[in-house]
Structures are given as structure tokens and as C-alpha cells.
């Protein structure tokens, strides 16, 4: 486990440096078994009965207990084996922020969940993960700087 943050903003900044997040413009913050990550809805996430699509719901959790897991792993990249999601309350404004957070870490898999809540508190999502270690190795040519 990282001695210090610098692993953490390292994480942060590997996240904001993907490709896909210029689409998403999220904010993260990486700490000890634990990730937050938000963003603003917008309506070109909406689904045809206007309210968030659910694979919004599915990256930020994904996302965040992702991250809750890699912020104790700190020479590789971790995967996601499964996730699942629990749809709960739909959002059609305002802004969205996942927490995830370690549940149990393993020498190989970790299991970590995430709570996904809406402008107002409410609990819009849920989702718990299996993580593996990957044998991708974190260093600058994958943005971890």
C-alpha cells in the first residue's frame, strides 16, 4: 500500500488523461480504498424517455470502485472481472457522484462496491465488483504520471 497521496494523484491524473473522459468530463478524487468521481448531467446522456442512461450509472460505479481498489495497488493496473448495478432511481439533472470503496482485498481479486447519489443526497445507484490484478504495469506510457 502506497506510503503517501502521490500514488492516488498519479491515479487521478491517469483517469482525466483516458480517452473516453474528454466525452464524460468527470472530477476524481483517489484516497485510501476509496475513489469519488462526479459528473454533470447532461442531456446527451439521456435514454428516449428523457433521464440518464443506465450505462452512465454503470461507468461511475464501475469507475469509482475501480479506483477504490487500485488506490492499494500501486505497481499495476487492475481489471474489473464482474460488476453489477443496481438501477434504483432515475435523474434527469444536477450532478452525479459515485463513491466506491474496498470491501475485501485478496493477493488476487478484490471485491469493492460503489454508491451512486444524485444532487439532492438520494441514493440513484448502486454496484459491487470483482477486481483483478492485471499485468499491465503503471508507469507513463498509460498516463500514470
Avoid: C
Avoid at 33 to 38: C, D, G, K, T, V
Avoid at 83 to 95: A, D, I, K
Wanted: charged share 20%; no cysteine; glycine share 8%.
Amino acid at each position: 500500500m502506497p506510503a503517501d497521496s502521490e500514488h492516488w494523484r498519479k491515479l487521478e491524473r491517469l483517469y482525466l488523461s483516458a480517452p473516453i473522459n474528454d466525452y464524460y468530463r468527470p472530477t476524481v478524487h483517489i484516497g485510501e480504498a476509496a475513489a469519488e468521481i462526479a459528473i454533470e448531467v447532461r442531456r446527451d446522456f439521456f435514454h428516449a424517455a428523457h433521464a440518464v442512461h443506465g450505462s452512465i450509472y454503470f461507468k461511475l460505479l464501475d469507475d469509482s470502485a475501480f479506483f477504490a481498489v487500485n488506490s492499494v495497488v500501486s505497481d499495476v493496473f487492475v481489471l474489473t472481472a464482474t460488476f453489477n448495478v443496481h438501477l434504483l432511481r432515475p435523474v434527469t439533472e444536477g450532478r452525479l457522484t459515485a463513491k466506491g470503496r474496498l470491501i475485501h482485498p485478496g493477493p488476487r481479486q478484490f471485491l469493492a462496491g460503489s454508491e451512486l447519489f444524485d444532487s439532492e443526497g438520494r441514493m440513484v445507484g448502486q454496484g459491487t465488483g470483482t477486481f483483478v490484478r492485471s499485468r499491465i504495469a503503471l508507469g507513463p506510457e498509460i498516463g500514470y504520471v
